[in-house]
Nanobody
């Protein structure tokens, strides 16, 4: 299973970006999909997660500014990020948790850099 993330870039404080992550897996083989962020020198932390039914959950600091969505027909998950802050800077990784034939496995995309300038 491959995940291809895109949409990162450089943006000013208060700006917006939309990340996309396409997976090669069939939708029925994937359960939760999510986005994680890794800031320089820090661990990778959960930003948002969405299950196969579209139920979303967020880290507390993002839930009023970020929106995760999923298009099962396109095998793609999105992260709309608004009101960006410098502390949102980091590499954003998409993740997919397998089910059925991929049960118990987690797949990662290559990461996309988001830089928010002050």
């Amino acid at each position: 299973v491959q995940l291809q993330a895109s949409g990162g870039g450089l943006v000013q404080t208060g700006g917006s970006l939309r990340l996309s992550c396409a997976t090669s897996a069939r939708p029925y083989n994937i359960d939760n999909m999510g986005w994680y962020r890794q800031a320089p020198g820090k661990q990778r932390d959960l930003v948002a997660r969405i299950n196969s039914d579209g139920r979303a959950s967020y880290a507390d600091s993002m839930k009023d500014r970020f929106t995760i969505s999923r298009d099962n027909a396109k095998n793609t998950v999105y992260l709309q990020m608004n009101s960006l802050k410098p502390e949102d800077t980091g590499v954003y990784y998409c993740s997919a948790e397998g089910t059925r034939r991929y049960r118990g496995r987690r797949f990662w995309g290559q990461g996309t850099q988001v830089t928010v300038s002050s």
